[in-house]
């Protein structure tokens, strides 16, 4: 069973940064996309960021030129690196990753979340 866990959130001022990180484990065989996911209070999880097998991004509006996503799928982690933090930020960040495992298998796996506050 594949698992995945966050860390590196905390609280920060307004304008800083905080590196997010997510390790998974488990039987891997192939990743699909590797994402980043936040929620607001009384709110659906919205995608930040995701990045493909090959390297390919892609990020919310409200995040681009600021948020960077990184993987390194040998070493099963994945980043996101977050700068100029405003507190319209503050949220539970979540990773993501999708990918099948050794005879096929398609999972989607979800961690438990990381808090992010960023104060003014």
């Known amino acids: 069973q594949v698992q995945v866990v966050e860390s590196g959130g905390g609280l920060v001022q307004s304008g800083g940064s905080l590196r997010l990180s997510c390790a998974a484990s488990?039987?891997?065989?192939?990743?699909?996309?590797m994402n980043w996911y936040r929620q607001f209070p009384g709110k659906q999880r919205e995608l930040v960021a995701s990045i493909t097998r090959g390297g390919s991004t892609n990020y919310a509006d409200s995040v681009k030129g600021r948020f960077s996503i990184s993987s390194d799928i040998v070493k099963k982690m994945m980043w996101l690196q977050m700068n100029s933090l405003e507190p319209e930020d503050t949220a539970v960040y979540y990773c993501n990753w999708i990918g099948s495992v050794t005879g096929g298998a398609i999972f989607n796996a979800w961690g438990r979340g990381t808090q992010v506050t960023v104060s003014s």
């Open positions: 488990g039987g891997i065989f192939s990743t699909a996309t």
